[in-house]
């Protein structure tokens, strides 16, 4: 999308750092009379000027009273070589909230107006700076939870749209074919163009892209990890023992814990959200059922699960009936309470039977708890490894959504081919439009304001 002149005609102006009180403050300011407005209230020394990218220390002082209202530090970076496109200056002062909101608020009144939530990045996009998937990518890295989230937005960040731009290439050459026949072939006399291996090849890629972005997604959003196990196994002192923290209550009575609870870890460079849950068996009580029922749920709804199974008695009718509910999830069986066990020697069938990922310990005592924790990152870093050959376009919500209604007109397409109908260029044509108006809405070449407002709205004033 180009810039457009009507909506970059002003200067705007925003505190950059949190507000409170800090070392330094950063206020930014970007527009046309940026440079302007910052030479009337911020004094040079003698022998200096403002030149690009070339940091200056001065004094902002009181346009009318002339009064020194602190020192400090102005870059200024000439458009379009800015981060918005735009003039742009960025000035570091001590971050007193007073002398910050006093500075914004002469600088309002000298001709700046305050900028509204993403202005800035909005420009950025909007100068062609970089494009709105990117742009998402910018609040995404500020919003990371955890490392890996940090790391996955800023690949977005840096990343090339070209396995976009290839498969909306692809498409318009063969949209430019199905119309050629159709503006051209009135009477139908040439055979119609033979898209279908096209259509296939761009379906294929996106599954690809498809398949990548919904392991990023789980890597941003965090990894939903259950703890689950029948009564009195200990899941509930393994989960404050991942927690480090005396998160759940801890009892011997069995069926202690009636409801999922929920907390959040950070384990390597991923975040988890981590759910310790009621205990599974055969209940009278309508309350420990209703415990069981939600936390049938979310096994079904995480990620990885943690079986947990007690090791002084091995594997019973209840253990296997939790674990056969998991055949189709991750799982890591942890053997619990290993500090109480005497006949070790049982452990090596209990592994045999169960052929899944194993860690012993005692979640009371500690035991096997940093072995355990390592083979929960090892087990996530496979779940959410795409590796080399998977592309490297990583898709968020709205464009995975986006892509997924992309494929649909084409594989109506395919499927009226495999139906052995040969479908009419008119309707061809209208379906590789509709995918392709899909494609675009992604990067930004085609959206409306209303998307743009939802998208910038998330982001803070300064940025």
Known sequence: MNQNPEELSDTIVALSTPPGRSAIGLIRMSGPEAL?????VFRLPDTKDLHHRLAVYGQVIHPESRQILDDGVVVFMRGPHSYTGEDLVEIGLHGSPLVLETVVRILTQEGARLAERGEFTRRAFLAGKM??????????????????????????????????????D??????????????????????????????RNVLSRMETVRRYSEKALIIRKGIQVCIAGKPNVGKSTLFNALLRNERTIVSPIPGTTRDTVEDRIILGSHALALWDTAGVRESGSIVENEGIKRTLDTIEKAHLVVAVVDGTTGIDQFD??????????????????????????????????????????????????????????????AMTSCGESEGSVALNSRCLQLLNAASAPLERIRNLFGEGVTPSPEIIAYEIRCALSLLEEMTGERVDDGVLDRIFERFCVGK
């Open 36 to 40: 302007a407005i910052t030479k009337r």
């Open 131 to 168: 494009d709105l998937m990117q742009a998402e990518a910018v609040i995404d890295l500020i919003e990371a939870h955890s490392l890996s989230a940090a790391q996955e937005a800023r690949v977005r960040l840096d990343s090339s749209m070209m396995p976009l731009k290839d498969l909306s």
């Open 170 to 199: 692809a498409l318009k050459d063969n949209l430019a074919l199905i119309e050629a026949h159709i503006d051209f072939d009135e009477d139908d006399e040439y055979q119609l163009p033979d898209v279908l291996p096209a259509i």
């Open 320 to 381: 296997e009936a939790i674990l056969k509910t998991c055949t189709s999830k991750n799982l890591v069986l942890v053997v619990n309470k290993m500090d109480l066990v005497v006949d070790g020697n049982a452990m090596d069938s209990l592994v045999m039977k169960v052929e899944r990922p194993t860690a012993f310990i005692s979640a009371k005592t500690g035991q096997g708890m940093a072995a355990l924790e390592d083979l929960l990152v090892e087990q996530i870093d």
